[in-house]
């Protein structure tokens, strides 16, 4: 089955700085990489996705890069906000099963 | 549009005593997800209903959880009978046949 690692666990940053956060997975049939957001006492919700015949999506001051040689595909923040603070997860999939698989959580912290 | 609800949002209960959550998703949405999310981890897929039949069940414990989706709307997740490493959240998601799932905000659940 799908193994799928998320780094770095915990990320601490200063408001306006970036932040960047790995996924590697290792299922070479995953082609479907979305990022979800959870905050706190809510459930996720998905805040950017790409599939696997682009490299790169940009929504804003967030955008997902992948790397599928590698099998790796990472969310890039910019210009972060305390609200942004959250716990980040990738969950690669194959799009004919609409199977999610979550990685462990990279708990981002924006400090004012 | 309203969103994914559930209930209850909190549940304390006893080992071995019985459990029930109950999820209405999106109106629409054909396809209905349970997950269980331990604390630190991510949301890990327990069941997945298209209409009211079941897609994949293959993480469930089936000696003491089951659910159903009656009508191919609302659902209910149950265990019985309930054991310490069942504490978690439980969350129901849904989606409309595209890849995006919709998360509801989750029943905490203490196992005491």
């Known amino acids: 089955g799908e193994n799928v690692e998320q780094h770095p666990s915990t990320l601490s940053v200063q408001e306006g700085d970036s932040a960047v956060i790995k996924c590697t997975y290792s299922?070479?049939?995953?082609?479907?990489f979305p990022w979800y957001k959870q905050e706190l006492g809510k459930g996720p919700q998905l805040i950017i996705d790409i599939r696997s015949n682009v490299g790169e999506k940009k929504d804003q001051r967030i955008a997902v890069t992948l790397n599928k040689t590698a099998k790796h595909f990472s969310l890039h923040i910019t210009e972060t906000q305390p609200e942004d603070s959250a716990v980040y997860f990738c969950?690669?999939?194959?799009?004919?099963?609409?199977?999610?698989?979550f990685g462990s959580g990279t708990r981002l912290l924006v400090r004012p | 549009e309203a969103g994914v609800a559930q209930s209850p949002r909190y549940k304390i209960i006893e080992k071995r005593q019985s459990v029930a959550f109950w999820c209405n998703p999106i109106s629409g949405h054909a396809t209905l997800y349970w997950y269980q999310q331990i604390l630190g981890q991510g949301p890990k897929l327990l069941i997945q209903f298209q209409n009211n039949g079941v897609v994949d069940d293959s993480q469930l414990p089936k000696d003491r959880f089951s659910a159903e989706r009656l009508k191919g709307v609302d659902s209910t997740l149950k265990i019985q009978p309930a054991k310490l490493e069942d504490s978690a959240v439980y969350l129901c998601a849904s989606s409309s046949g595209r890849l995006e799932q919709f998360f509801g905000p989750g029943t905490r659940l203490t196992v005491l």
């Open positions: 969950a690669p999939s194959m799009d004919s099963s609409y199977k999610l698989i």
């Open positions: 299922d070479s049939a995953s082609n479907y």
